[in-house]
Every structure is written in C-alpha cells, then in structure tokens.
C-alpha cells in the first residue's frame, strides 16, 4: 500500500497569517478549559497537553502518556493520541488566528508506537485558509523535539460562530460556565467570523 498521501491543502488556499493578536512565540498557554479531555486541569486522566506559541504560525505542545492512556499493554490508544493532535492543531487555529473553530476534519497516521511513560512532541503549522475552511498540520517525536517520528495528522478547521457552543453544548455544562466564567481558562477571540 502506497503512504503517499493525497496533496495538500485540497482545495486552493491563501496564506493563513498569524493574528496581530497573537501571543508571541515562548508565550505558555496554559488549559482552555479546565474539563478539556486534552488540556483541562480538572480532567484527573486528561491528556494535559501543554502548549506554548511557537514562530510564525506553529505550536508547540506535549504531553506524557500515562498508565490511564493505554490501548495495547504499555501502548497508548491511538484514538488518544488523535485526540492529542485534535487538541494541538485547535490550540494552533485558536490562537495563532484568534477565532473559534470546531474540527471538520482529522486523519493521523500512526508511524511508531507510542509507549507508557513516553512524552510526545508535537509542533502545529497553519497550512491555508479558503473561507470559513482552515487547514493545519503537525508532527510528533517521541521524547524530544528532535526524537524520532511517530505520528503525522492533518486537519480541516471549520471557522464558527460563538452561537456553535451555546446552540449545541449540554445546558448543565453551559450553566456551570456562566456561574463559574473561570472554567473558561481563556476567552480572548475576535467575536466576529
Ligand atoms: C484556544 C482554543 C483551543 C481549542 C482547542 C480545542 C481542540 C479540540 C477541537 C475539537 O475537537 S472541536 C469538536 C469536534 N468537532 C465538531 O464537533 C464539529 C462537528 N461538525 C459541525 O459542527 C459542522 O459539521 C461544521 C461546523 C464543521 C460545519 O458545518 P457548517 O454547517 O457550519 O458548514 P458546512 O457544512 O457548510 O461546511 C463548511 C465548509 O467546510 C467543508 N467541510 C465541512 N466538514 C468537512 C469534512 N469533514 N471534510 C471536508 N470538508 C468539510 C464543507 O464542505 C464546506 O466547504 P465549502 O465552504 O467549500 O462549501
């Protein structure tokens, strides 16, 4: 079976530009939302994937697999770990254009097992936006920067209104956030899309 992949972006794009806005690079995010599977600080078996801003349009995340994030025997699951690059290349849509964005889209592939105790590296790039359509892409390495290639993924962002979360989100939740604003560990976007 052939590993090239088909060409990418898709679709014709223009350049995605870091927001003016943006945090400069070595600017530490910290967790969007304290019960995000990826980040959140109160998720006890989240992945707490750390993310810091990088040059130009990239991110830099991490995160260790721990003994909760297994598939295989001392392996991690790998929808988990797609969970991971879902989280990182939000973190680099979000942040680096500084507008909400929900994924449409997200193909891994898996080039190394990932092992228990490993940490993942994982660096974000924005690759093009057409539209509401942003297309981003990331590689991780296995216990350093420079360590050896494990995974790949790329993903469509779709850009949304803040109408998305309130339209779809299971009201208890939406009303914890609007009692308790500060479960929404960040909430610096341009509004409109
Ligand atoms: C700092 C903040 C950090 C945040 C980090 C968070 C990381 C985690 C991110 C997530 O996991 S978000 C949760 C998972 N994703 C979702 O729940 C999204 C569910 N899907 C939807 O709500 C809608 O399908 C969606 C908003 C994506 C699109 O619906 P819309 O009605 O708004 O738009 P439409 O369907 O017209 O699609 C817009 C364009 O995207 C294209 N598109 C959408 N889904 C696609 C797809 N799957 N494949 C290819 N193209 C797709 C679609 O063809 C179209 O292209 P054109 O503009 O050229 O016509």
């Known amino acids: 079976m052939s590993r090239v992949p088909p060409p990418w972006p898709p679709v014709e794009v223009e350049t995605a530009h870091r927001h003016p806005d943006a945090p400069p690079p070595g600017t530490k995010f910290g967790p969007h939302y304290a019960h995000c599977f990826g980040c959140g600080d109160e998720v ?36 988990l770990l797609a969970c991971a690059f879902d989280e990182a290349l939000g973190v680099t849509v979000g942040q ?38 942003v297309y981003a892409s990331a590689e991780g390495r296995l216990d350093a920067p420079d360590g050896p290639l494990a995974l790949r993924a790329r993903a469509l962002f779709v850009i949304v209104d803040f109408r998305h979360f309130v339209e779809h989100g299971r009201a208890e939740d939406l009303r914890a956030v609007a009692e308790n604003p500060s479960l929404l560990r960040q909430s610096r976007f341009d509004i409109n899309p």
């Open 96 to 133: 680096q254009l500084r507008r909400p964005a929900v994924t449409g889209r997200l193909e891994t592939d898996f080039l190394a097992p990932v092992p228990v105790g490993s940490t993942l590296h994982i660096v974000g790039t924005l690759d093009g936006i057409a539209g509401r359509k």
């Open 44 to 79: 006890e078996h989240g992945l707490h994937l750390q993310t810091e801003a990088g040059e130009g349009t990239a991110i830099h995340a991490q995160f260790t697999v721990t003994e909760a994030h297994q598939g295989a025997p001392g392996l991690a699951h790998g929808g």
